[in-house]
């Protein structure tokens, strides 16, 4: 590292700056980016890469939880927004970043960072840089189809209830849980797309509705097929992208997200599974 490359915390101040490189780099709308710094942000969330007086690189990190089979809860880092400038690339600026967030997630006794790769040959990227797969989920377009049979009942779910009910779907497995702050990004997502949070049936559904075209971020339901029937037939949509988690002992999932481990006992107690839930990459 050079003498004017600096590796910090992002310090009150700096938020147009960051605004300006996440537009640059994932090109989202203005309204999207200014409501995640309105609603989630907060000071010291952010890490940068400046040099030459410029910040030229930046992620966010969000504090969440693995829980094991057992109950026995793993602090982790998730790593958010992570990008450099298109022409600041190709100068490590961005590994080096990441590994200035391992460091102090590492100094914060945090267990290990996951992140969620943007497109397939992000995997071989990270784990050229020691991560590896840890979650994967089922995904799949869902049309609506003509029943006559009746449909399960949708109704709005608060952020609390869906959390309890979550917990209960998810119970047994390896899976991420999400602070009250992380899933109220989510609920802001889908409610500003035009979608929310779902009761579908004994079930629970996050769905967007961006410019028309639905993704429900998650489905659980006992019946998955019939939970997205009913949310298509509510919603007044044809067809929908749907997430869902793969059944335990069912045949490998698509790969989702990947994990860094920063703690041997931990990463022992995971014990190289790839079968981890994680639902929200607040994409």
């Known amino acids: ?51 030459g007086g410029e910040i030229v690189s930046m992620l966010l990190t969000f504090s969440q939880e693995i829980l094991l ?3 026995a809860e793993i602090p982790i880092c998730y790593v958010y927004a992570f990008c450099t400038h298109p022409e600041h690339q190709g100068h490590g600026y961005g590994c080096r970043l990441l590994a ?11 267990c290990g960072v996951v992140m969620v790769p943007g497109e397939e040959s992000l995997f071989r990227f990270y784990q050229a840089l ?10 799949q377009v869902i049309s609506r189809g003509v029943s006559s049979d009746a449909l399960l009942p ?14 209960r779907f998810l119970q047994g497995r390896r899976w991420i849980r999400y602070p009250k702050k992380n899933a109220a990004w989510q609920e802001c997502l889908c409610q500003s797309s035009g979608g929310g949070l779902y009761r579908v049936g004994d079930g629970i559904a996050a ?9 429900v971020k998650e489905l659980l339901a006992r019946e998955p097929e019939p939970a997205a029937q009913a949310l298509l037939r509510t919603l007044g949509q044809e067809r929908a992208l749907v997430r869902t988690s793969v059944p ?11 994990i860094k481990w920063l703690e041997p006992q931990a990463q022992a ?15």
């Open 1 to 51: 590292m050079s003498a004017l490359e600096t590796l910090r915390l992002a310090v009150p101040g700096e938020e147009t700056r960051l605004k300006e490189l996440w537009q640059i780099c994932f090109q989202d709308d203005a309204s999207y980016v200014n409501r995640f710094f309105d609603r989630s942000y907060t000071p010291g969330q952010a890490l940068v890469l400046e040099t």
């Open 69 to 71: 089979p057992d109950g």
């Open 100 to 110: 200035y967030a391992e460091e102090q997630a590492a100094q914060m006794r945090t």
């Open 130 to 139: 020691g991560y590896e797969v840890g979650f994967s989920n089922r995904e």
């Open 154 to 167: 949708v109704t709005p779910c608060s952020l609390e209830e869906y959390q309890r009910i979550r917990s």
């Open 207 to 215: 769905v967007d509705c961006w410019s028309g075209s639905v993704m």
């Open 248 to 258: 335990l002992e069912a045949e490998e999932g698509k790969p989702f997200g990947v």
């Open 269 to 283: 107690r995971w014990a190289g599974h790839r079968d981890g839930y994680l639902a929200f990459a607040f994409d």
